[in-house]
């Protein structure tokens, strides 16, 4: 149903001297409006080998082509422009998306390979905030998005359960802390010792010396700081999982930083196997001058590695585990260079699988202009957030519809969903303000407003009543036009998403099908006793699948009513 391929078809045998089918294939535009025609041919690359002025080979060639597949085909200045036959356009488009429902827009581009995902990654003992929305939903969008293009996602949660601030933690426990206050509140409790511990040692730096004794303990395998950092996790995860059942988000994995604290020597020895480890002021770097890179630092002057070590065991690890044919990791756009570094070590290492290794960067959330840090304890919890988001949909629901039945429901499903929503809708490489209000309006360019109009389209198949069928699906009205033609665009939408890793293809798509829908019930009598009636229910149904389709890659609920 790639109707570029039947204008292909058509240029080829005027254009095969000229331009392969791939060469006519990607130059085929979509017009920005209608009226000016479907698809589009532009002539200027043929100017310079035909010595003609664009204008002129395009009246040429609608002159030589069969035109008999199209409704009409027209020059406009260089452009030849199609015009679909829009009765066996719709017909087709309609036919397909209410016979695969749910499965409309799937293919196997994947073949099923392998692809982990880091993601989310927030650090024990800390909340989660604002700041760890972005990896959160990004990935678990793109893994939605990898599945439906024949992909396996594995969702790795690699938790920051690891390092010295755990020496600083387990000192300011044994100063300050309660195991009753932790268990009554873990990581509020846990929070609150970490700001009180970075405060006091201002005035007591004595304080750094003791929290490094704990963390060589805790190296060490001893036996009480063991335990606490096993608990520390343990309650850090439970507050965590209750924030990602709110989002409906789960892992594969929940393997962190202290998983590979036994996998580094390996990659050290292979290092200096293979002669790359050199010495610099004391440390063991690689020499990446060859990638324009600076050194990546593997072991400090007392011989300690650092995180790179751990992401090269990582890497290797999945690896060896998956045998991915990509793999992501879903991280903040300041450490470009850190992935760098780190494929370019690989690549020194001999494994050209580190070419498929992507950094899927995105920008920063700022509220109100301001970046948030967790050390100095000015940080918004990502809990308050979605909890206020539901509140304030709990309070449009019940304006525009209070008697609706599962009220609480929906208030989540959308409160939450517009939170995602607003995230995932910015290209991820861009940083943004958030605005709570802004994001859960029901008008304008929202989460809600796409949920909305998908509520819309079930609510008219509820007053409709009949069964929506494949029977009759011609549709003569012109005002369904930019509809069908906004669902016929969803299978190529799908792999645009996949192939640049960006929700925001799918986020942009799904405000686009909403506006074109809604335009579309604003002009048109849907209801109205006549031959078309079954068509044009089925165009609604249509819209109402591949709505709750679009919502779902972006991991926002879709309500029946709202």
Do not use: C
């Not at 050194?295 to 790179?308: E, F, R, V």
């Not at 890793?501 to 579309?520: C, D, H, M, Q, T």
């Amino acid at each position: 149903m790639d109707y570029k391929n039947q204008v292909v078809a058509t240029l080829k045998p005027v254009l095969n001297e000229y331009l392969s089918d791939s060469e006519i294939y990607e130059k085929i535009e979509v017009p920005k409006e209608s009226k000016l025609g479907d698809l589009a041919f532009p002539t200027f690359t043929l100017a310079k080998v035909l010595r003609k002025a664009p204008q002129m080979i395009a009246q040429d060639l609608v002159e030589k082509i069969d035109q008999s597949d199209f409704e009409k085909v027209e020059v406009a200045g260089p452009y030849i422009n199609f015009f679909l036959d829009k009765q066996t356009f719709g017909e087709e488009v309609l036919r397909t998306v209410l016979d695969q429902k749910s499965a409309y827009g799937d293919n196997d581009d994947g073949q099923n390979g392998n692809v982990p995902i880091d993601m989310s990654s927030p650090n024990i003992a800390k909340p989660i905030s604002m700041g760890h929305l972005r990896s959160t939903v990004i990935g678990n969008s793109l893994a939605l998005i990898m599945e439906k293009n024949g992909y396996h996602p594995i969702k790795i949660n690699h938790l920051g359960d690891w390092g010295t601030q755990f020496g600083k933690l387990i000192t300011a426990y044994k100063l300050w802390g309660s195991e009753e206050d932790v268990k009554a509140d873990p990581i509020n409790k846990l929070l609150e010792y970490y700001v009180r511990f970075h405060k006091e040692d201002k005035e007591k730096p004595e304080l750094d010396d003791i929290a490094r004794d704990w963390f060589k303990k805790l190296e060490d395998g001893d036996e009480e700081a063991t335990n606490l950092w096993k608990w520390f996790r343990e309650v850090s995860l439970q507050s965590f999982k209750q924030i990602y059942d709110k989002l409906g988000i789960t892992f594969d994995s929940y393997k962190g930083e202290a998983f590979y604290n036994d996998k580094m020597d390996e990659i050290v020895q292979i290092l200096e196997d293979k002669d790359l480890l050199k010495e610099s002021r004391g440390a063991q770097v690689v020499d990446l001058e060859k990638y324009n890179l600076n050194p990546a630092l593997i072991k400090k002057t007392d011989g300690a590695t650092l995180y790179i070590t751990r992401d090269l065991a990582a890497a290797l690890y999945r690896y060896r585990t998956y045998n991915f044919v990509q793999s992501l990791y879903v991280v903040g756009a300041e450490q470009t260079n850190h992935f760098k570094q780190l494929k370019a070590v690989l690549k020194e290492m001999g494994y050209d699988w580190s070419d498929d290794i992507h950094h899927i960067q995105f920008g920063l959330i700022t509220l109100n202009g301001k970046k948030l840090s967790t050390r100095s304890g000015r940080v918004v919890l990502l809990d308050e957030v979605l909890n206020d988001a539901v509140t304030l949909a709990k309070k449009q629901i019940n304006e525009k519809n209070p008697d609706l039945a599962n009220a609480d429901t929906v208030a989540k499903e959308v409160g939450v969903g517009a939170v995602v929503f607003h995230d995932l809708k910015n290209e991820r490489t861009n940083s943004f303000d958030f605005n709570l209000e802004d994001v859960v309006r029901f008008e304008g360019e929202t989460g809600p407003y796409v949920q909305y109009s998908r509520a819309r389209a079930e609510s008219i198949l509820r007053k409709a009543d009949t069964e929506v069928t494949t029977d009759q699906l011609k549709i003569t009205d012109a005002n369904a036009w930019d509809t069908l033609k906004a669902l016929q665009e969803f299978p190529s939408v799908v792999q645009r998403a996949a192939t640049q890793y960006e929700p925001s293809v799918i986020a942009k798509y799904a405000l686009s099908l909403a506006k074109s829908f809604n335009k579309y019930y604003a002009n048109s009598r849907i209801l109205a006793d006549d031959a078309e009636k079954p068509a044009r229910l089925a165009l609604v149904k249509s819209v109402s699948l591949v709505l709750e389709e679009a919502l779902r890659l972006l991991g926002v609920k879709a309500p029946d009513e709202m």
